[in-house]
Every structure is written in structure tokens, then in C-alpha cells.
């Protein structure tokens, strides 16, 4: 990849956290205010694909 590639890319990536501050501005206000049950929604199932995972792994 040359050089103005990777600094084409820098700057698109650039302009796309721009693009999404407002959202994950909201995001990290929300991420305070939730409950314990809320994060234990999001965890199980993170916790399951990634024993899944690392069972398909250990079977290779």
C-alpha cells in the first residue's frame, strides 16, 4: 500500500469518529446510568460466543 493510500485511509478514519462523536457521546452518558441487569444482558451473551469460540478452536 503506498504512502498516499495509507494517509487517504488516516484521514477517512478520521472523518468517520468525527461523524459518530455525537453518537457515542450518547452512548458513554447512557453507559453510566445502566443497571447491573442491563449489563449482565450484554455480557452472557459475549461470554457464550466467546466459549463457542474457543471450543471450535481447541477442536481444530
Given at each position: 500500500?503506498?504512502?498516499?493510500?495509507k494517509?487517504?485511509l488516516?484521514v477517512?478514519v478520521?472523518l468517520?469518529?468525527?461523524?459518530?462523536?455525537?453518537?457515542i457521546k450518547?452512548a458513554?452518558?447512557?453507559r453510566?446510568?445502566?443497571?447491573?441487569d442491563?449489563?449482565?444482558?450484554?455480557?452472557?451473551?459475549?461470554?457464550l460466543?466467546?466459549g463457542?469460540?474457543?471450543?471450535?478452536?481447541?477442536?481444530?
Amino acid at each position: 500500500m503506498g504512502l498516499w493510500e495509507k494517509l487517504l485511509l488516516g484521514v477517512l478514519v478520521l472523518l468517520v469518529l468525527l461523524w459518530f462523536r455525537p453518537g457515542i457521546k450518547a452512548a458513554f452518558k447512557e453507559r453510566r446510568d445502566a443497571s447491573r441487569d442491563e449489563w449482565m444482558s450484554v455480557l452472557i451473551p459475549i461470554a457464550l460466543v466467546a466459549g463457542f469460540v474457543a471450543l471450535l478452536m481447541m477442536l481444530v
